[in-house]
């Protein structure tokens, strides 16, 4: 096997750029097994942590068109491998570290990053041949089977794996263009009124900085929200896979439609929000989130499990979700008052505590119609109201 490559160094290590075809590496790349390791549980250990993620990567390259994958790095050790370098001139400069890679098939190659790629891509290939001539690109360093050669190359493996970061919530909002969600929630915050300039602020998570009295929620908790209203317009519990390659045009509006309809009417039909819509400035929210708590709705651990109420009222008693606002604005949402407080708000130390979605949703839903629930649901959430407020006595006194 002869490939054109780009010879280059960091640090200790020379490495070689170049590319491969899924064809050649369910060929010649095999998984790791005593390259790393001596002994044979450790290497076993190893391949134990290729988890079922290779899965998704298959099912990412059989229905993506647009896929793309960042570099293999791959380890090469025994046979003969040759670095033939081809001099080139162009201009006045002169380039020496272009040429071939020469395998003569006995070596052997085994990932130090991109195990999961590799599983995923043979995968593939099984499902559908004909994207042997595929190419990925790579990056070829050298091993050594000795104790040293190994230590090296343990060391590479877990610096690759260990520093490598996850893709942000913010960024997959801001630029995943498969994620539908991700697509509508952009959506919103370019076209809604209720998120419009300072009234959504743009942290990497969920909650909204101390300081900031404008916004209304974070782009972070909207996306979460806007998850659970996808979930209520497919019909669907779990919708991971729906989010992983680009739907329909006709799906992306019809769902973008369906939550611009469902954040128009809370922002109408909730009183207290289209009061804060009437404001300006920079502390336009101050009134519903300040030292004394505010208002359930203007904290984000207090809008997701809202979401989560109402969609679930809807699909209980039928109604509409303006039907389910204009009856909202009857509860009580001051975060300082019961049974927020201890729930949501530590009124002692005027803090909001970790939120229970699940609890937060219940009482809302209690709050609105206790008939939506049935026995066990109201026992166990009394139960759980109880545990929160450390209240040794009978749940049913409580509510």
Known sequence: MKIPAIRGYIGNWIYYISVLSFEDISIYVKPVNQELHQTTALSDMIQRSITDNYKKITSYILSQEERFFNSLVLAVYDGD??????????????????????FNGDEKIFPIDGQHRVEGIKAALKEKPELCEEKVPVIFIGHRNTIEGMRKSRRLFSTLNRYATPVSMRDIIALDEDDIVAIVTRELVEECELFKGDRIVYTANKPIPEKNKAAFTSIVNLYKCNDELYKCFIGKQ???????????????????EFCFNYWNGFASHIEVVSEY?????????????????????????????FTMAVIEIKARSGMDFLHIFKNMNALGLILRENPWRQVLWNDIEQKMLTADNKL????????????????????????????????????????
């Open 238 to 256: 779990s919708i991971a896979k729906y989010k992983r390659a680009r739907r329909s045009e006709e799906e992306i509006n019809q769902f973008s």
């Open 277 to 305: 819509l009437k404001e300006s400035g920079n502390k336009q929210a101050i009134k519903w989130r300040n030292r004394d708590g505010g208002n359930l709705l203007f904290r984000p651990i207090g809008l997701l499990p």
């Open 360 to 399: 937060v949703k219940s009482l809302l839903i209690y709050l609105f119609n206790r008939d939506l629930l049935n026995e066990n649901e109201i026992k166990i959430m009394k139960k759980s109201y109880a545990a929160k407020l450390s209240y040794d006595g009978d749940p049913n006194d409580l509510l």
């Open 81 to 102: 491998p040759q670095w033939v370098e081809v001099e080139l001139d162009y201009g006045d400069e002169e380039f020496f570290n272009i040429g071939f890679l020469d």
